[in-house]
């Protein structure tokens, strides 16, 4: 059975002409072979502006790609803080009150290695760190919460805080310095021409990732020292052109050495602890510092955390407090999970009374502090083991940071001690 089919294009149409292929073309261009060959000439030329696009253009345009060694898990930040001689004040200084006006340290200065406290107090640090001789003296430590790509207050901070440019001040950012800000690529730019060092983010390794995945790169090992196993990326993403891919994109070569010189830990040496809660009144032994990101397992020791864990982690879940999650509100068995610092000070409390009972002639530090940023919400936590610096900036909050140093104490008896002052500029 036929049916009376309706033609898509009427044949009859004075305009247009059906072909035996079924293509349709106005009749004006079919009857004019100037026209033809010019639209030819248009199509090709199209064509070949394509071809140079993709091969000339877009290579140029994305910086060759480069592979990533494997990190360090851990690092030393390779300086200590030479003490000073304290400033002269007109009244008495008392221990109680903390430090509000931040000290003129470029007028500061270093303590001579002739004083017997300064002597005793280097051989503890020569005996405590095996490569301590080969360390950068310095004045003073800048720690500096989550940057997220804010260049302009980055800058204005350390202008706050009067950086030298490494000369004397030794600068470490806390990781999440990209990403979600305006400015990445300018913040990277900045940190590796101005002497900053940095620990490695969630937000920088997820760049990372993007990179690997952008030039099909192998992806590096966070190795682990004294035998623990290393650490590896989890790589089971595939991620879409966001704006981490459109930073990675911008990765150039040197960007990838500076960035792979990184790690997700630095040990600091010798930090302040008090046991107050103006955090004015320092503890008998300072601790021995580390930075990080989001935190360090409880558990484990320094050279045997996972890369994830230590760039992530909010809190630990129950039962047992030995698992890391990055949500803060996990229920198993309806118990909530807790802040990592909590169990953090708790352990290191108990150990801290323990150690003290064992104290001799060569302590220097008991206990372990540490210094983080990643958990915006909960803004700068001071706690006797652990100092958290993520103020929120790039929500329009606060960049907040830590200035460490060591000076000679006067008060009650002559002695070293290791000062901190937190410092912050609105964003």
């Not at 305006?182 to 021409?193: A, Q």
């Not at 103006?278 to 409880?298: C, D, T």
């Not at 047992?320 to 909590?342: A, H, L, R, Y």
């Not at 958990?375 to 929120?392: N, P």
């Amino acid at each position: 059975m036929t049916g009376e089919q309706t033609p898509l294009i009427n044949s009859n149409d004075e305009y247009y002409i059906e072909t035996e292929y079924g293509s349709i073309l106005p009749q004006f261009v079919r009857k004019s072979k100037p026209i033809k060959y010019m639209l030819l000439v248009l199509v090709t030329g199209f064509v070949l502006f394509l071809v140079y696009v993709m091969v000339v253009v877009l290579p140029s345009v994305v910086p060759d790609a480069v592979s990533i060694p494997d990190f360090s898990m851990v690092k030393s930040t390779g300086i200590y803080l030479h003490p000073l001689v304290a400033e002269k004040k007109d009244k008495p200084e008392d221990p109680e009150d903390p430090v509000k006006i931040i000290p003129d340290f470029k007028h500061l200065d270093y303590l001579d290695e002739s004083n017997p406290i300064l002597s005793e107090h280097l051989d503890k640090l020569r005996k405590w760190d095996p490569n301590f001789d080969n360390k950068i003296a310095k004045k003073r430590m800048i720690l500096i919460g989550d940057v997220h790509g804010s260049l302009h207050e980055l800058k204005r901070f350390l202008s706050h805080v009067n950086y030298d440019g490494g000369k004397e001040d030794y600068v470490l950012l806390l990781g999440d310095f990209v990403n979600k800000g305006p400015d990445s690529i300018g913040v990277i730019n900045y940190i590796m021409e101005n002497n900053i060092d940095c620990v490695l983010g969630n937000h920088d390794l997820a760049m990372l990732k993007r990179y690997i995945q952008l030039h099909n790169v192998q992806a590096p090992v966070f190795k682990n020292k004294n035998g623990y196993e290393d650490s590896h990326l989890s790589l089971r993403e595939h991620f879409k052109f966001d704006d981490l891919m459109k930073i990675a994109k911008k990765l150039t070569p040197e960007h990838m050495r500076f960035l792979s010189s990184l790690s997700a830990i630095k040990t600091l040496g010798p930090v302040p602890r008090f046991n107050n809660k103006k955090q004015s009144r320092h503890a008998e032994f300072p601790a021995q510092g580390y930075a990080v990101h989001a935190g360090l397992m409880w558990d484990r020791d320094i050279d045997n955390q996972e890369i994830e864990d230590v760039t992530t982690m909010r809190d630990l879940l129950p039962p047992f407090w030995n698992v890391s999650t990055e949500d803060t509100k996990t229920k198993i068995g309806g118990v909530k999970s807790v802040p990592w610092t909590k169990v953090w000070n708790e352990v290191q409390h108990e150990f801290y009374s323990e150690e003290l009972e064992k104290v001799n002639d060569s302590t220097l530090t008991i206990g372990s502090k540490v210094f983080y940023g990643h958990a915006a919400g909960r803004g700068v936590t001071l706690k006797d083991f652990s100092t958290g610096l993520d103020s929120g900036c790039v929500y329009g909050k606060q960049l907040t940071g830590t200035i460490i140093w060591a000076q000679m104490s006067s008060h009650r008896e002559p002695k070293i001690v290791y000062k901190q002052m937190v410092v912050d500029i609105n964003c």
